[in-house]
């Protein structure tokens, strides 16, 4: 597996579900 | 009689002892504790101040990020790390499952697609594991902590920081430190050693090495008392070992095995009585704690009489050795032939129940009892092979993972039960054409809308991603065994993961481990990619969802109560709440039971099919 491409791919992965939880959230304030 | 002995005594005892645990913890997170001073200079350099519902729950998110971040940069700099703590120079692991294994810990899930003997440092175990299950194991329980204020309609809901501080330093360090003494004493290796070396008993069992010495086996050794207590109490459930509590050092006497039921069931037994007690509803508290024991001891009698008191039918159903054609990815052609023994070929008394897959030190009903503890407190650990167990009884350690509110993980299993709980009065109040309220209060649209989001993130993340790894070759090609049971293995690893448990069914080839290996398994990166998106989505939005809805609940005002009222505290209202669980759960989850373990049963054994 490609550290160079893998490694940054994944953390990036990580953070933007984090992100995507955060918006979740936002979001609940107008159900 | 013998088999039930195990288990009543579990429960009796920590009923007992979650009792004066849930007076402390109400008291703890009450604040009414006041710490040494040292303590309290501490809690206020975290205490950012009063927070609303919102800035609660975006402190709790964020932390979790900067959680993935440290957990990341851990994993990630493995190879890098030399000295005693990786003399065993374990190497750089596989980026998916670097992912796969944050998120997991991170979560409270502790799936685990690698071996921690074998793949893992000790600097990792002791800065990934044993951190992560500190500090994920407190975010459910403060996210149950702001339900509860926002229920009682508290001006500020705490502080996160604070409760997190709480929740680690006077509940869980304390108690991880008691039961770790144990493990000391009961011969669990605390150590920085990372490996002994071994004769073993049949010299040259190993080969010989070149100058024809019998070969030393190299034994991975640990930290394991200050591993485990915390992996059991926190119901995090991620092994030192693969085998996790089944490996001697892990799990090393009766006793201990007793001591880990007993710490995964500790804190979220504690935790619904807690919710009783903070609300000053405590007998609203036992009719849940009755509802969840009642559904918990159902999940432990059906493995016991479908297992350990019922031989393993692939091996009674033929007089005659068979050989059957499996699928394997690695070899020529995707397939392979097993064959199964004849049973009277086997030295094993089959009246002992199906003792496949069982760690025999602990007796043979140990294994089914905590295949359906493990699952129903989300913990995870596993003590016994759960792709080993027969076909029916492997429905006990599904469903607790499906209905995901039999006491459930810290916390988080008490929020499950209140949406059931928030649904379930709905119904109930469109039944009798009154408006539904919850304590008091009357459930509208919103929370309703709330609850129902956060009821369907489960299944649609179960069943989703089992329906496409079941139809492409992502799964078919790394399931053990064709049919039925390698449904039943695709199915197991999502539902192991959206109900944030961990515990594994094995059978799956999912794991790539160290990046180096020369033959990882072929679907190990979309499983490790799939896994742990729904680790991800299943652990966080039905938390989010819950707090707001409680948060709009509790700013209502409270109706006086009346003749029309129903009361929370009756055991109609346990029975109303049963009702709608079960038929919530069966509605959901009954057609992947029908395809995979009674597929199983009711198909050609051994594989269903």
Request: charged fraction near 10%; hydrophobic fraction near 50%.
């Given at each position: ?31 | ?85 990786n003399s065993l120079g374990r ?26 003997d074998q793949?893992?440092s000790n ?71 990372a490996a ?22 190299t034994?991975v ?389």
């Open positions: 597996m490609n550290l160079e491409i893998w490694l940054p791919a994944m953390f990036g992965l990580g953070l933007v579900m984090m992100g995507f939880c955060l918006l979740f959230l936002k979001a609940c304030e107008h159900i | 009689m013998h088999y039930w002995f195990l288990p009543i005594s579990m429960l009796v005892a920590t009923t007992l002892l979650c009792i004066p645990l849930s007076r402390y913890l109400a008291w703890i997170m009450n604040g009414k504790y006041r710490a040494p001073a040292f303590l309290r200079w501490f809690e206020d350099r975290v205490n950012s101040g009063p927070q609303n519902w919102k800035q609660y729950t975006a402190s709790l998110l964020i932390f979790n990020t900067v959680l993935f971040v440290f957990g990341f940069i851990v994993l990630a700099i493995q190879p890098w790390v030399t000295g005693p703590l190497g750089m692991i596989a980026p998916t499952t670097i992912f796969h294994s944050v998120v997991s810990f991170m979560t409270n899930t502790d799936l685990q697609h690698y071996s921690g793949v893992l600097f990792s175990q002791i800065f990934f594991c044993i951190s992560n299950f500190f500090l994920s194991a407190s975010i459910g329980f403060c996210a149950l902590t702001v339900i509860i204020r926002s229920f009682r309609g508290d001006p500020n809901v705490g502080n996160f920081f604070v409760d997190m501080w709480r929740v680690v330093m006077y509940m869980f360090l304390p108690a991880a430190f008691v039961l770790g003494l144990v493990f000391v004493q009961q011969g669990s290796p605390m150590t920085f050693t002994q070396q071994v004769a073993t008993l049949e010299p040259g069992a190993l080969g010989n090495n070149d100058d024809g010495t019998p070969k030393q086996q034994i050794v640990g930290p394991l008392a200050s591993f485990v207590p915390m992996k059991q109490l926190g119901t995090n459930g991620g092994g030192f070992y693969g085998m996790n509590s089944a490996h001697p050092f892990e799990n090393p006497t009766a006793l201990t095995n007793w001591l880990t039921c007993v710490a995964m069931m500790l804190f979220p037994f504690s935790l619904v009585l807690m919710y009783g007690r903070m609300l000053n509803r405590l007998r609203h508290g036992w009719v849940i704690f009755s509802l969840m024991m009642v559904l918990m001891v159902a999940t432990l009698i059906w493995p016991v009489v479908f297992d350990t008191m019922r031989p393993n039918p692939g091996l009674t159903a033929h007089p005659q050795a068979e050989t059957y054609e499996v699928a394997d990815a690695t070899s020529p052609g995707g397939k392979r032939e097993v064959t199964l023994p004849a049973v009277p070929g086997l030295p094993v008394d089959q009246s002992l129940g199906n003792l496949e897959g069982k760690e025999m030190r602990f007796g043979t009903s140990a294994g089914a009892i905590f295949s359906a503890l493990t699952v129903d407190v989300t913990c995870g650990a596993v003590n016994c092979e759960h792709d080993s167990l027969n076909p029916l009884a492997s429905l006990s350690p599904m469903s607790g993972m499906w209905l995901n509110c039999i006491f459930g993980g810290k916390g988080v299993g008490m929020i499950n039960m209140l949406i059931y709980l928030i649904v379930g009065v709905f119904i109930a109040g469109q039944m009798v054409g009154r408006t539904p309220e919850y304590l008091g209060k009357k459930i509208g649209r919103r929370e309703v809308a709330l609850a129902v989001i956060a009821m369907l993130i489960h299944p649609i993340m179960i069943l989703g991603p089992t329906g496409l790894f079941a139809a492409t070759d992502w799964g078919n090609k790394a399931t053990s065994n064709p049919g039925p049971h390698g449904f039943s293995q695709i199915m197991y690893q999502f539902s192991s993961a959206s109900a944030n448990n961990g515990s594994a069914f094995d059978g799956l080839g999912a794991s790539y481990g160290l990046n180096s290996n020369p033959n990882p398994s072929p679907e190990a990166v979309p499983f490790d990619i799939a896994a742990g998106l729904v680790m991800l989505i299943s652990r966080f939005l039905p938390i989010i969802a819950p707090i707001a809805m409680a948060a709009s609940l509790g700013a209502k005002k409270s109706a006086p109560f009346g003749l029309g009222t129903l009361r929370d505290d009756t055991p109609t209202f346990g029975f109303l709440l049963l009702g709608v669980i079960l038929i919530v759960g069966a509605l959901l989850f009954l057609p992947v039971a029908a395809l995979g373990p009674l597929a199983e049963h009711l198909g050609p054994i051994p594989f269903g099919g």
